[in-house]
């Protein structure tokens, strides 16, 4: 069996279809003992099954199955002296990590986690390791170097010193569309797979991974994969963060209100079509690379989305808009302000998730919406949440309320 060379934390259909099959299609010298959030249902099946899973990747016409091998321990995020004992062998290189915007709150279950690992490799004296986010935050090493270092200095500053020393957070773009696996998924692995996996992951074949920062006790090379290592990932991310989330977000809340279930059902109908444009047209201003690749990227782009055998629910997607809007839609509104322009792409956006919070189109499901479900009735009271400028803004007040549906 692999060595568990890398700890994760955030055991979930992402995490098996990107980061776990990166490390198995680079090298089988390096093994994962990944953590779920919190429960222990995904853990003990996994566990159940040797921590095999089929990943289905699921082109425009056919799919593929891969059982992917290096997951090697599966446990629940409530074990947390697994966790740290993990964190603390020496063996261990690189702790990865993917549990979703919300988690990055100063003292939320990242830092935390991450401080009572850390702390634990400390007093075993078992050196540096590398820390890398791989959660769709702008900036994510930044961000988890400073939610755990302010908690770890009010906790112990002589731990916050050796994080300092030891401790290197990496900086990552990640992308691949993951769907949440369906009790249908689970029946086709069993039927074409040939296996009854409990745990399959149906993915999409585009999978792409940019890094930036150092890697002190090594990593798995995972270019070998087709991760991509640069200086500086903000293009990249802003790129990604922008033209695929943000337009994600537009077609989970405008394309769920006129009542598609689906990425695929919202960008075949021609209304959403135009506005996914006029996004992508205002959105491109702010992203740092050449006019040619962002054309070439919005093309692939819309194929992805376009890919019918892919049901990525847009109720998946709507979720947790309270952490989404304010990074992959709030730059470019105020980007475009300080250019002097209407941003029209970027307040429809925002106009649709007043809409949603007001109760169109697909459920809510966001543990931050309830400050702004209590102001959804004045656009802006939202645009005050989201910036106390942006709610002097006038302009930009009647823009977000010219795309509020009627009625
Ligand atoms: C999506 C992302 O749910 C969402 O908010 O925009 O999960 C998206 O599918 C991934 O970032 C793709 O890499």
């Known amino acids: 069996m692999r060595p568990v060379r890398i700890v994760h934390l955030g055991l979930g259909g992402f995490f098996r279809a990107h980061q776990a099959w990166y490390t198995g299609a680079s090298t089988d010298e390096w093994g994962i003992a990944a953590f779920t959030g919190r429960s222990a249902t995904l853990a003990d099946a996994l566990t159940a099954q040797d ?3 089929t990943l289905v990747v699921r082109g425009p016409s056919a799919d593929s199955f891969q059982v992917q091998e290096s997951l090697v321990a599966a446990h629940p995020g409530s074990d947390s002296a697994t966790w740290r004992s993990l964190v603390a062998l020496p063996s261990v290189a ?8 919300a988690a990055y709150a100063p003292s939320g279950v990242v830092a935390d986690r991450l401080v009572s690992g850390l702390a634990a490799r400390r007093l075993a004296g078992s050196g540096p390791v590398a820390v890398v986010s791989c959660d769709n935050l702008p900036g ?3 961000v988890t170097s400073r939610v755990v270092r302010d908690l770890a200095s009010r906790l112990d500053p002589a731990l916050d010193e050796w994080i300092g020393a030891n401790v290197s957070f990496v900086t990552t773009m990640v992308d691949r569309i993951t769907p949440k696996t369906t009790a249908s998924d689970v ?17 999409e074949p585009f999978t792409e991974w940019v890094l930036s920062g150092d890697f002190p006790a090594g990593r798995p090379p995972w270019e070998k994969a087709g991760a991509r290592f640069v200086d500086d990932v903000v293009p990249h991310e802003t790129r990604k963060l922008l033209l695929l989330n943000g337009g994600h977000s537009l077609l989970a809340y405008a394309g769920s209100a006129r009542g598609h279930d689906t990425v695929a059902e919202a960008v075949a109908d021609p209304v959403c079509r135009g506005w996914l444009d006029d996004w992508w047209d205002e959105a491109c201003r702010h992203v740092p690379l050449p006019a040619g690749e962002l054309t070439t990227y919005r093309a692939a782009l819309l194929e992805r989305f376009a890919n019918p055998r892919i049901r990525h629910t847009l109720a998946q997607i709507a979720s947790d808009g309270s952490q989404k809007i304010p990074i992959r839609v709030v730059p470019v509104l105020r980007g475009e302000r300080a250019a002097g322009r209407t941003p029209t792409g970027a307040a429809r956006i925002l106009a649709a998730w007043i809409d949603h919070l007001r109760g169109a189109g697909a459920p809510i499901s966001d543990a931050g919406a309830q400050p702004y479900i209590e102001r959804a009735g004045s656009p802006r009271d939202v645009l005050a ?4 400028e942006l709610a002097e803004d006038n302009e930009l007040l009647k823009a977000v309320e010219s795309s509020l549906r009627a009625g």
């Open 51 to 53: 921590c095999r899973y």
């Open 94 to 101: 690189v702790v990865t990590v993917t549990m979703t915007e």
């Open 140 to 142: 994510n090493g930044e």
């Open 187 to 203: 029946r086709e692995v069993e039927s074409t797979g040939g296996w009854a996996d409990a745990a399959p992951v149906v993915t």
């Open 385 to 388: 949440l989201l910036g106390p």
